[in-house]
């Protein structure tokens, strides 16, 4: 799982094209769990196991997707940092079913972002931060963004998923400058997250 597939550096990259494949199979099977959707993704490797685990978050879909996906991510997230093969989740979370409508607008709502990335992409670039090691080096930052992700931060989804996705597609189409800035984006992410959550705080506290 710590090879991820090859793009060309287009907004038809290998990214989204998994993404595609993704919400046709949830269509044909009227739905597919959290453990079947990381089972189809996983194949391909950790960032795409990123991407699935972290767009939900952003889709306009009522419910606590945020809190379930995050705290997905950040669980497979620390298996990675140890080196474990065979990703586990527990029962609550790898079993909870997605509506094919859900993988639908996820496939909407994510393509136009994961296109925009894909179209920085240049294949080859920078190796040394795309080679098989690399998923157990970034898994502790990602860590950190999925805790945020998880957290309820208002506004506070849309800067970490978006650095897991910079990373995510710099792995999957092996671009290692792409992923070096999804890195900086990680520290940017973390500190808006920070912040937004000191703010919600002190307004809970004058409360």
Known sequence: MA?????????????????????????ARQGLT???ALDEMGKAGFGFVMLLLSLPAMIPIPGPFGLVFGSALA??????????RSLWLPAFLKNRRISARAFELLKQHAAPMVGRI??????GRMRALTGSRLPYVIALPVFALAVAVALPIPFGNLAPVTAICVMAVGLAERDGLVVLLGLLLTLIALSIAAALLHGAASIAAAL
């Not at 669980?75 to 474990?84: E, H, S």
């Open 34 to 36: 959290i453990g079947e």
């Open 118 to 123: 894909e179209h920085l992409v240049r294949l």
């Open 3 to 27: 090879g991820d597939g090859r793009g060309k550096g287009c907004s038809g990259g290998v990214a989204s094209a998994t993404l595609g494949r993704l919400a046709d199979e949830a269509r």
């Open 75 to 84: 669980i497979v997230a620390l298996q990675f940092a140890f080196g474990v």
